[in-house]
């Protein structure tokens, strides 16, 4: 066994917990995800992987009932419905390549942190104002599919 090996034991993603707030590109767009990196910060380096999840409030989840059966209870009108906690929906992980916005799109979208496509946005549950954390992925690629 060779000791230059390319493929190494990595340590795990650290994981940001800093949320980031969605923005939705309704128009045609030819990049899937951009990042905002002058709001994000240095935690995040252009070409690299990053994972996206959602965070749900608990609202959004399914609750048993009596009978068994999954009910959702909506309390989107109760006043106290902002202080319930949220969880980060691991079930659904966008991974894509990290991408600054043009300076021209800061200018023109300055407290936009994260600007998805409106078809990303659908399928992962992203609407605007949504709430997510960016985990840098710093596995090697063919371990996210193991």
């Not at 992980?93 to 994260?114: A, F, G």
Request: hydrophobic share 35%.
């Amino acid at each position: 066994m060779s000791s230059n090996s390319t493929i190494r034991d990595l340590p795990p993603p650290k994981r940001l917990d800093r949320r980031w707030t969605v923005t939705v590109n309704e128009s045609f767009a030819r990049d899937e995800v951009l990042l905002n990196l002058d709001i994000l910060g240095t935690d995040y380096k252009p070409d690299t992987l990053v994972a996206i999840e959602v965070v749900k409030a608990d609202t959004d989840k399914p609750s048993q009932n009596n009978l068994g059966k999954q009910t959702y209870h909506d309390r989107s009108k109760d006043a106290s419905s902002a202080a319930h906690s949220r969880a980060v929906d691991t079930s659904k992980s966008y991974i894509c390549i990290v991408k600054d916005m043009t300076k021209e799109q800061k200018v023109k979208l300055p407290n936009v942190e994260v600007y998805v496509a409106k078809h990303i946005a659908d399928v992962f549950g992203m609407r605007k104002g949504s709430q997510v954390i960016l985990t840098p992925v710093r596995r090697p690629f063919h371990a996210l599919f193991a």
